[in-house]
DNA sequence: TATGAATGAGGTTTCATTCAT
DNA sequence: TATGAATGAAACCTCATTCAT
């Protein structure tokens, strides 16, 4: 792993672990082990860090998780579930950003159009079922998962999670 | 209005708009006319004002939300709906705070309690239909309204929010 | 003697004696045997506490040389004398400023209204005896004396300066 | 133009335009489109460059300067002009490294040593006219120059510069 | 000769907090 | 109750310089 890669890594743990005014270059850098300056010399600034932060995994995360065995309402919560558990951290910071009302525009852009994906997938997996309402009807299940979300990343419990993701499906399919 | 008053209110609008860390000191103290010595001689520290400012927005944001003309899901999210569309800064804060990973305890536990109260409702009222099922369907539901107020409070559009609100209230009744 | 009076005290000599990018606030808040805090609760910026140093001792000075026993060439010549002897620093100070590429827009202004000034005083002073070639023998009397200060910042001997500046009252008038 | 010779240039044309402070090397190997190590390999640091950046563009420039068609008064000043609209840049950056407080001695010696060859001409070619007034008319002949460079060189309009040094001329032929 | 990753010291600025009045 | 001068720690960022390649 090289060091550019060390320092993305720091900031996605720390901004995540205490926020992104909250995490100093300086804590940065000293947890990837290299120094403020060649974090200086990657990134134009901290908000560039964030956004590549947020460019790089956010990108891998929505890959992984759109990749199914086969297209359906189940195999999506499926993986909705399995990419919350896996990447929490990542969730949280982004739900942190799109909360926080300083989070630079370019992030936003970003975490945005990773949601409006989501929606369309939906929609189109209710079409079968709802007609006509598949768009609002979409519309709820995103807002389900969005709060199921929330409650996993403040209270994570696996267990919780299953049960609600489990039952969610039953209920649509 | 007296001065600790407009301090509370300024402190409220302001972390609402740029956030708890984004905002100074000096800042409240200048947007409500008051010396920043007379906001230390009201609240031992920055942190201790958040917790105020909490404190006494949820409380009375909670007391009007929870009455109620008739006991009922109905009126119960109809209820939720103005108060989103009233206290949009307020609740956007707390999910801000509930969500930052370094919110003080104090100010996590009085965000929980009011969850806890909610839930508490949904169930009661789903009982009846839902029996044993009540529990997982109050946890959904309250799952939807997390999702759609944190979808409100990011893009607020009253009418969005009536036609989610209103499909809702039909799908549970 | 006030904090903020110290405060430009020294930046004043500091500058004079260092250059303006040289000059590191920190220093300037030591040698006034302030905090550094204080000085930016006094000066919004580096560059407004500079600001504010040349308005206060240009205007002072200016003023000093414009007292006259009587008006003419020889007097106003013994007054800049005087002025450049008291004033070297502020003086060297100010050609640096006016000279440096990156001065400020707004000290540049001061600097030269009081050129401008000066070569009024000039003009009406050799009317008498140069009729239409009055201005550019004023602007040749200044470019002497920016000369002469010049040389005598950049080596100051009293003794050349006086002489220098007799030798030109004689040739003057 | 080798790569020693591009940086010197470029080094030159940013200090006249930045000053020697505000110029990083990094921004001197960018305009030169060399890296920052090789200018390093060529210059043991950034004074040294300066160094260099002084002495070599001087000397050129005095050379070029003594060089008449005939030895007189009238002759050295029209050199003087000329050079003064060629060498702006150069003859700015001078004055500036003159009045700097911090700039290395070698390099003030290297300007001085320019100044005093000046001043022997001068000196010389006014003995037949002056006698025993000869060395002081000198001096203030070379505080006119120097006055009428600063003004051009911070206000350069070639036409005032034409007629100061045309009327300079008159005066002293 | 040539590159640019890497360092670390130091500079500007902000801000929570205290305290004399 | 009320003020705001004053402090000092800590944040962001720059840059001269070195060094492995």
Tied chains: 1, 2, 3, 4.
Aim: charged share 25%; hydrophobic share 45%; proline share 2%.
């Amino acid at each position: 792993m090289n060091k550019k890669e060390k320092i993305i890594l720091s900031a996605l743990h720390l901004f995540a672990k205490n926020g992104f005014t909250e995490t100093s270059v300086d804590t940065i850098a000293k947890h990837a082990k290299v120094s403020k300056g060649l974090t200086y010399s990657h990134f134009k600034n901290k908000e560039d860090l964030l956004r590549v932060v947020i460019e790089s995994t956010i990108t891998k995360m929505t890959d992984e998780m759109m990749r199914f065995e086969n297209f359906s309402i189940t195999s999506l919560l499926q993986n909705l579930k399995m990419s919350l558990i896996k990447n929490k951290d990542i969730i949280r910071l982004s739900i942190l950003l799109l909360i926080h009302p300083q989070t630079p525009a370019s992030v936003i852009k970003l975490l945005d159009s990773q949601k409006l994906e989501l929606i369309e997938l939906f929609s189109s997996l209710l079409e079968a079922k709802y007609n006509d309402k598949a768009k609002i009807e979409a519309e709820l299940l995103l807002a389900i998962m969005d709060g199921i979300t929330m409650d996993y990343v403040l209270n994570p419990d696996a267990d919780i999670l299953e049960n609600r993701i489990n039952y969610t499906i039953i209920k649509y399919v």
